[in-house]
């Protein structure tokens, strides 16, 4: 498929690295639908999970060593800080050099505003791929996904925040500032 899948076997493996292929077929069907270039959406897709790992300390580790800046609303929110953790292993042990691509592996868990489309395809791959566990609302987004992909962020967000309340957990205000960016400008602008 690509040079980069066997280097994610070296990373992770098992049900992630199928996701992480799966992420990387649906990111190329949806660079189809909103005119990206498929080579950088494989990639993305392929490489978005590189720096997850079964434990949280050592991610924590990993940035800490690194010097990746964490805030202190990222270190109550860890399962966000493996993008981080991705984009910088990405430009620092894969030579990407290619910023977009970057910026999608490094937003993908919280978005941001005005992405680029291939951080969204990226961002909203992720949660609709078809190994993915149905969600409330999963077919209607996915199809979302393919019509308006800023309603589908704002889907997305909303699904997300639903299931963070019912598990109590906390809300990455990064997250929020997302949901309100792509809740407020005009629907069907791609
Ligand atoms: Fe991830
Ligand atoms: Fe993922």
Redesign the pocket.
């Known amino acids: 498929m690509n040079k980069y899948q066997d280097i994610l076997k070296k990373y992770i493996s098992g049900f992630r690295y199928a996701h992480s292929i799966s992420v990387a077929n649906c990111a190329m069907s949806l660079a189809m639908r909103y005119d990206v270039k498929l080579e950088d959406a494989l990639v993305a897709g392929i490489l978005?999970?590189i720096a997850?790992r079964n434990n949280n300390d050592e991610i924590v580790y990993l940035c800490n060593k690194n010097n990746i800046s964490l805030s202190e609303d990222d270190l109550k929110s860890i399962?966000v800080l493996?993008?981080y953790l991705?984009a910088y292993i990405a430009r620092n042990e894969l030579n990407i050099t290619n910023e977009d691509i970057l910026n999608s592996i490094y937003n993908?868990?919280l978005g941001r505003a005005n992405m680029s489309n291939l951080e969204k395809i990226i961002f909203v791959a992720?949660y609709i791929e078809p190994l993915r566990k149905n969600r409330s609302n999963m077919s209607y987004i996915r199809k979302m996904a393919f019509i308006d992909i800023n309603k589908c962020i704002v889907l997305i967000i909303e699904s997300s925040i639903d299931h963070l309340k019912k598990v109590n957990t906390f809300i990455h205000p990064k997250m929020l500032e997302t949901y309100e960016y792509y809740k407020n400008i005009n629907v069907g602008q791609v």
């Open positions: 978005h999970d997850k399962p493996h993008s991705g993908h868990t992720d």
